[in-house]
DNA sequence: TTGTAGGCGTTATCAG
DNA sequence: CTGATAACGCCTACAA
């Protein structure tokens, strides 16, 4: 004789067959009831439901998610697990996706397209619900092409589609009003430090320091302007050069608040006091920048949000709605690495 | 032999069983190759194998996990996803999993027992193959429990049992070095911001400074020492505390970086300079304490060889083997902040 | 409104 | 060594 392994672990995990059992129904009404996919009777859902909570009952996402439904996960696709920017986002994610039952995955795809495309496949195996996307390297027609099949959510682009929501920060304007506000202290020559070239959120900054240069009547002088690729040691690298070229300059922007602390670490280096001797300005708002000394005057992006609101949205297009929601606009907040030359 | 696009995308996905169709094999035998679970006929394996570049077929992890009770996934229970300081042994752990195909679940537990609990139940419920579990909370006793069923790894405590590995940094030695560094520099009147008490780690730094004062022959002063709780405001609170009381100091060591960075703001805005009117010694070396002004002196707490380590062990015990491992010696990292009174 | 039957893609067991 | 066959726990037509 057969032995089924059911009849081995009788008093086993508790599963949707033994709620039914106890409430005395068939297993397609429990799960009627727990999907609330079909109008049931209130004398059997209130069976159900004490059997659910006699018995300790949880669905098996892992059982779900092979039957074809749910598995109550949504893939996050973010470029460093550690990123001191994107820290926040995930746990805006985290917590929104949490009040709706959902949990995050994350993956690191290391700013490489190809890496990012395993790590969708991999996600897709798992049968994630939806996607968000941080800032991610792949095409505008990949995006559309895999959203066909799950919703997608991504940041850092503006691109539209059925089952596509992008969410992007006004980078160009963040630019412009950090420039400006070097500008009315009474700058004039204001050096900028760039991001890679290859994000886009950098171009805009930078493209938002010409335009207010421009609007002040300001000549823009490409000698006042260094690459940097947004990590702390650039950000020491392009002041150190910029300080060696001879050129004169009495403020430095740069395109993100980690560079901004490089560039200070290098001011310092060189004995030159901030803002005595050369205002600063960075872009992130990044908690730290309230501790450094001085506190340093920033654009405020709101990555936390960023993290809610993609996961706001993603819950929204799940729920078959259609999905809402923006960033706010950029904010300068003015403190003390910044006055007047 | 070409492949065409007609044969991978027959009908629907790459599923086990069209790669036995193809290959002329019973899908159990697929199976068996896929796990090396069974010796199989070279003939037969090569066709399977051909079957399977052919078809790009991939296993799904969903099935595998209902049918085996395997998911290749180690749940990672963090307190914060955006800890500073844990960020990179997430990282640590992610690169360490994914050279073994495993993927990390993480969840954060906010450093809360209750939710910590939540957490792992979780994570069971999505059938995770181990745990990891990063400075829980959670009673030796609960952990030892639920490693009867689920192999754990721990950090921040030590704890053996079978299927529990633990993982711990000796912060005592680590306070004992900051402490000696500021004493060898001839600093006598010590100040120590404490972190929060409930934290094992905090209290062994705490008892590490009081031993190096001893060893000195300085006499503990309870009026030297101040509460925090690891975050920068108690950092700047505690040390404005201290400069208020009157009493006399020419160093402040902080238990950890998040702190001393707190405190070096309070010392600035009281126009102390660092290290010239005080000195100052943190604790983690976060990558961002070698871009503060100065440079800060700190002991190395290395988090993302934790994050190896534990995920090196947790494969270690997936795989039947005895765990090994252990954390490097701490080590105090000399910079800029501290000098000679 | 409810139950029955048949998957979802893989692994485990057992008989050859 | 290999192949049926029965789970794994749940969902979803299809019937009733």
Redesign the interface.
């Known amino acids: 004789m057969k032995i089924k392994r059911s009849d081995i672990e009788k008093s086993g995990p508790v599963t949707l067959e033994r709620v039914a059992d106890l409430a005395g129904v068939s297993p397609s009404t429990v799960s009627r009831i727990l999907n609330g996919s079909a109008v049931v009777s209130t004398a059997k859902k209130k069976a159900v439901e004490d059997a659910i909570a006699h018995l300790g009952f949880?669905?098996?996402?892992?059982?779900r998610?092979?039957a074809g439904g749910r598995?109550l996960?949504i893939g996050v696709v973010t470029q460093?697990?550690?990123?001191?920017f994107y820290?926040?986002t995930?746990?805006g994610i985290?917590e929104e996706l949490d009040t709706a039952g959902y949990?995050?995955?994350?993956?690191?795809a290391h700013w490489d397209a190809a890496s990012e495309a395993r790590c969708i496949?991999?996600l897709r195996?798992?049968?994630v619900d939806g996607l968000i996307v941080l800032h991610g390297r792949l095409s505008d027609q990949a995006l559309k092409n895999t959203s066909k099949n799950l919703p997608i959510v991504i940041t850092g682009r503006s691109i539209k589609g059925p089952g596509l929501f992008s969410l992007n920060f006004d980078n160009f304007t963040g630019g412009v009003l950090a420039t400006e506000h070097l500008i009315k202290l009474g700058h004039r020559r204001i050096a900028f430090i760039k991001g890679d070239p290859l994000h886009p959120d950098a171009t805009e900054r930078f493209r938002g320091y010409k335009s207010a240069l421009q609007a002040a009547g300001i000549a823009f002088d490409s000698r006042l302007v260094m690459s940097g690729d947004y990590q702390?040691i650039t950000g020491v690298q392009a002041t150190n050069h910029l300080l060696d070229s001879g050129q004169k300059f009495t403020a430095i922007f740069a395109a993100n608040d980690q560079m901004a602390?490089?560039a200070?670490?290098s001011l310092?280096q060189h004995s030159l006091r901030i803002p005595e001797d050369m205002s600063l300005v960075g872009f992130d708002n990044l908690a730290?920048s309230?501790?450094?000394?001085?506190?340093m005057s920033t654009v405020n992006q709101p990555a936390y949000e960023l993290g809610q609101l993609a996961a706001t949205a993603m819950l929204q297009m799940l729920a078959g709605k259609k999905p809402t929601g923006s960033l706010p606009a950029p904010q300068l907040i003015a403190r003390d690495s910044s006055a007047r030359p």
């Open positions: 949880v669905p098996n996402p892992v059982a998610g092979l598995t996960s460093a697990i550690d990123s001191p820290g926040p995930l746990r985290e949990s995050p995955l994350f993956v690191s496949d991999v195996s798992r049968r702390e602390f490089g200070a670490l310092h730290r309230l501790y450094v000394i001085p506190p």
